[in-house]
């Protein structure tokens, strides 16, 4: 069964350095969105993105964040200069273009990155 | 504005008794529910969706949920819980135009055996 995959499982990093966090969504997916889980907190919606752009994103998603889909396959998030409150656990999701109403669809998640600033 | 409330942070049963995790929505809008679950070490997996059509809906694992409009809610249960049930559960909620996903803050179930 086809899946989202994300890299790596584990994540530590230094304050102020930049991550990249990768995903790989199901092939035929058009969709795709990054959330993140702060550890005890609820799963909140980053970003989405649809046909080479941003559709939407949440006020968390600020100028220190970027998404990218650079070939066919993957789909990255980048934090440019991390801050200790970005420790987190990040979910990539993907769902398809072919229900109707499209946004009816359900999105299919990935295993998560947990990133860890120190 | 978009936003389900879950009931309760942890919820215990012994195996074989019934399960019910319990879920309230709000939404300005028809909405789109799930139910997705967590096991350690493993991405949100879809349990089942209400859409619009009817209103008992039937997952996976022996898992149903009855979408009350009157009540706002939209309550998980399975007859028969099963050790491999142990896990997190999430109620997310999405209506409007967007595509946005907005969870609850999850319930973990514990199967006693």
Known sequence: EPEVTQTPSHQVTQMGQEVILRCVPISNHLYFYWYRQILGQKVEFLVSFYNNEISEKSEIFDDQFSVERPDGSNFTLKIRSTKLEDSAMYFCASSDGSGRPLNRNEQFFGPGTRLTVL | ?113
């Open chain 2, 1 to 113: 504005a978009q936003s389900v409330t879950q009931l309760d942070s942890h919820v215990s049963v012994s195996e074989g008794t019934p399960v019910l995790l319990r879920c309230n929505y709000s939404s300005s809008y028809s909405p789109s529910l799930f139910w997705y679950v967590q096991h350690p070490n493993k991405g949100l997996q879809l349990l089942l969706k209400y859409t619009s059509a009817a209103t008992l809906v039937k997952g996976i694992n022996g898992f149903e949920a009855e979408f009350k409009k009157s009540e706002t809610s939209f309550h998980l249960t399975k007859p028969s819980a099963h050790m491999s049930d142990a896990a997190e559960y999430f109620c997310v909620v999405r209506g409007g135009t967007g595509n946005q996903f907005y969870f609850g803050t999850g319930t973990s179930l514990t199967v006693i055996p």
